[in-house]
T-cell receptor, first 114, second 114 residues
Framework: AQSVTQLDSQVPVFEEAPVELRCNYS??????LFWYVQYPNQGLQLLLK??????LVKGINGFEAEFNKSQTSFHLRKPSVHISDTAEYFC????????????FGEGTQLTVNP | NAGVMQNPRHLVRRRGQEARLRCSPM?????VYWYRQLPEEGLKFMVY????????ESGMPKERFSAEFPKEGPSILRIQQVVRGDSAAYFC????????????FGPGTRLTVT
């Protein structure tokens, strides 16, 4: 079984500031890692995923994440945020062997203020 | 290429009624997943289906909930005798057959039980 912990439930930042959303996971097997974004009253959109290879993964909208196996972390970063980045962000994992069901964290609400 | 379609987007039911939620996967996708998002919580896996088969229903409540994905037509999540605790957003995702980890989400159905 896997679990995902998003360490911050809310992150307020000012526009053009850098941001890091933290995610730690626990699993007895190898996993794939994902970040999704959810805008109000909408579905989830995939930001980026780590399957294998380079531990630094670049996604859409200028976001990137780094997989750290020893710390079992997959933190999401953006060097300069925009007002439009205000949304809920979810970290998720799935088992490599089946790759099917996603286990999500509780989410981090990112609010970008002018 | 149309994305994952869900309908209705909003559904209001009185306690004891039945709720039927529909999901049409993306073209070429034969795998469907249902997730539930309770207020102020992350998404929780419910069930994973392929055409005419339930692959993993370990996240489904034992009673009142059922899901199907027939050979023709959309996947249906059915909730019988709804209770207030069923009020949530229900999201469907689909994936291509060779990449079950690559899940694309629909906009969700927001169920309100009065």
């Amino acid at each position: 079984a896997q679990s995902v912990t998003q360490l911050d439930s809310q992150v307020p930042v000012f526009e053009e500031a850098p941001v890091e959303l933290r995610c730690n996971y626990s699993s007895s097997v190898s996993v794939y890692l994902f970040w999704y974004v959810q805008y109000p009253n909408q579905g989830l959109q995939l930001l980026l995923k780590y399957l294998s290879g380079s531990t630094l993964v670049k996604g859409i909208n200028g976001f990137e994440a780094e997989f750290n196996k020893s710390q079992t972390s997959f933190h999401l970063r953006k060097p300069s945020v925009h007002i439009s980045d205000t949304a809920e962000y979810f970290c998720a994992v799935s088992e490599r062997t089946s790759g099917s069901r996603l286990t999500f964290g509780e989410g981090t609400q990112l609010t970008v203020n002018p | 290429n149309a994305g994952v379609m869900q309908n209705p987007r909003h559904l209001v039911r009185r306690r004891g009624q039945e709720a039927r939620l529909r999901c049409s996967p993306m073209k070429g996708h034969s795998h469907v997943y249902w997730y539930r998002q309770l207020p102020e919580e992350g998404l929780k896996f419910m069930v994973y289906l392929q055409k005419e088969n339930i692959i993993d229903e370990s996240g489904m409540p034992k009673e009142r909930f059922s899901a199907e994905f027939p050979k023709e037509g959309p996947s249906i999540l059915r909730i019988q005798q709804v209770v207030r605790g069923d009020s949530a957003a229900y999201f469907c995702a689909s994936s291509p057959p060779d990449k079950p980890y690559e899940q694309y989400f629909g906009p969700g159905t927001r169920l309100t039980v009065t």
